[in-house]
């Protein structure tokens, strides 16, 4: 682990993280505010919502939940926070290291006295911790925005704890898997395209899959690996699933280290 | 004409991946409907109810027991995909030259910039026409099973041609961020929160009446499937939107891409 490398990595991704963050905050903060609205008006909500055939409500995920009340509103609303939190990730994981190469620095920093393996930790650690900052930034503006909106409604905190919990393995996933993706190809020549297809094509998989029929696009897709709908109804994870998600991201990491050490740098001429 | 070809060869690969994507879709999709199509349980309950509901609440254009209902719940799984794919042609199409270090080379060449501009996004135009006769091809090899009748095809058409739309919005949008932007990295970071928020908007506009007015800012709410299988056509006030925003962008876009202060 190197602190240069660290801090440099760290420095370069803050704008995108104080950015991603206050989007999240102010996303999450704009739906939520119409909760009171929502909720007081039940009745005509789900007047509202019956107009749409329910394979297009779980297509959205609100099929069973009560969406009048905190914690089911939430759930609908974490499902959007999600997208974002998997196309940022997606993002860190796919740049991390294939950054160098597009912007003709790799040969420069593999050439400095740290082993790879070593920069390999700074970096993992400094997308990590800038992760973990847009991570705080969501918990902070759940609870501020409930708090402000609830009115004298209760909700169930423990069920909000480990919806919010799942966030950080959710994070890992989509880190780990851009990370491996990214050095299995040639050349990433720009990362958006691959994070947005990663984030949006397993959301509209999970979505896909809330219409009833055969299919285990379950076990793909990491949004359905925590499925804000089941956390809050069973007010704890889907074991099977979440271990499957976990087991999908050491292995990753592992590769990535092992894809990594071996790499052929392309020397710049 | 050159540059045409070129651009056209180096986006094939994204364009062939778009292809196979919005094709397993369908396919997906498909699978699934086969559950619902003639489901006597979904028959009874829409069989109770009286016609005039049934029509207020537009469960025709989204009966599942139909090919024509599964189609209109498709509509926005085409209209997302052809809008992010659209985006991501239109802005990368022009930022990848400074990204990959190769615009000197390119606006040396013996052509104006509009030329290069006009190239770049008719080979982006030619990728989205691509993508929506994938999608309509597929769509019509799938029905195949289903005999599908008449009404099926006006209402394939008709979804086809807001998918088409809808595409050219975000194309032109994309050309815009990627020849407006100073730096090519903001290009596509801004197309990703334009997709995101746009997209966002279009739920948020379902949950409370009074936002209503927001669906004028969100080109996914311009062409409701509902709407278009119940009229048969496209709203003429939103193809005139669609228009006017479409223009708007690629005007600025050549505009800007003419002033553009190199980025390398």
């Known amino acids: ?269 | 004409m050159n540059i045409f070809l070129r651009e056209l060869k180096a986006n094939l690969k994204s364009l062939i991946i778009w292809c196979v994507v919005i094709g397993l879709f369908i396919l997906v999709g498909v699978a699934k409907f086969s559950a619902y199509y003639n489901n006597p349980e979904m028959l009874s309950i829409l069989n109770s109810l009286p016609a005039s509901v049934v029509d207020a609440m537009s469960l025709r254009a989204f009966n599942l027991t139909t090919l024509n209902g599964f189609y209109g719940i498709m509509f926005i799984y085409f209209a997302l995909l052809g809008g992010i794919a659209a985006t991501m042609w239109g802005s990368d199409i022009i930022s990848k030259e400074e990204r990959d270090k190769t615009v000197e080379f390119s606006l040396v060449l013996p052509v104006t910039r509009t030329r290069v501009l006009t190239a770049k996004a008719l080979a982006a135009l030619v990728n989205c026409i691509v993508l929506m006769l994938v999608s309509a091809v597929v769509s019509i090899g799938v029905a195949q099973r289903y005999n599908p009748d008449q009404s099926f095809y006006n209402f394939l058409v008709l979804e086809m041609g807001a998918m088409m739309i809808i595409e050219l919005i975000f194309l032109a949008v994309g050309l815009l961020l990627g020849s407006s932007m100073k730096q090519y990295k903001r290009a596509s970071s801004l197309g990703i929160a334009i997709i995101l928020v746009t997209y966002f908007l279009s739920i948020i506009t379902v949950l409370k009446q009074n936002l209503d007015f927001l669906k004028y800012f969100t080109p996914f709410k311009y062409f409701d499937s509902a709407q278009l299988f119940k009229d048969g056509r496209i709203e003429p006030g939103y193809l005139l939107l669609s228009l006017g925003i479409i223009v708007v962008c690629i005007f600025l876009a050549y505009r800007t891409y003419e002033r553009r202060d190199l980025y390398i």
């Not at chain 1, 509202?48 to 969406?67: E, H, I, Y």
Request: proline letters at 3%; hydrophobic letters at 55%.
């Open chain 1, 1 to 269: 682990m190197s602190a240069t490398i660290y801090l440099h990595e760290f420095r370069t991704r803050l704008r995108s993280v104080i950015v991603w963050s206050l989007s999240l905050a102010v996303m999450i903060f704009i739906f939520y505010s119409i909760f009171p609205a929502f909720s007081s008006q039940a009745a005509a909500i789900n007047d509202a919502l019956s107009k749409f055939p329910p394979a297009l409500l779980a297509a959205f995920g609100m099929g069973q939940v009560d969406m009048s009340s905190v914690l089911g509103f939430y759930s609908f609303i974490f499902l959007f926070a999600q997208v974002c939190l998997a196309i940022q990730a997606g993002n860190y994981g796919f740049g991390l290291v294939s950054v160098e190469e597009t912007e003709l620095t790799a040969d420069f920093l593999v050439s400095k006295p740290v082993s790879r393996m070593q920069i390999m930790d700074s970096k993992l650690l400094a997308a990590f911790t800038s992760l973990t900052i847009t991570n705080l930034v969501v918990w902070a503006s759940t609870f501020i925005s409930i708090h402000l909106f609830k009115g004298s409604r209760t909700y169930d905190l423990n069920a909000l704890l480990l919806l919010l919990a799942s966030i950080v393995i959710f994070q890992l996933f989509f880190l780990s898997l851009g990370l491996v993706i990214s050095l299995l190809v040639r050349r990433v020549r720009s990362v958006t395209p691959y994070s947005l297809a990663l984030g949006f094509g397993m959301y509209l998989l999970a979505a896909f899959s809330g219409l009833e029929g055969v299919s285990n696009l379950e076990l793909i897709t990491a949004f359905k690996h925590f499925d804000p709908n089941y956390i809050i109804q069973h007010q704890a994870y889907d074991t099977p699933l979440v271990l499957l998600n976990a087991a999908v991201t050491v292995v990753c990491l592992v590769a990535a280290y092992l894809l990594y050490v071996r790499r052929d740098i392309p020397a710049v001429s």
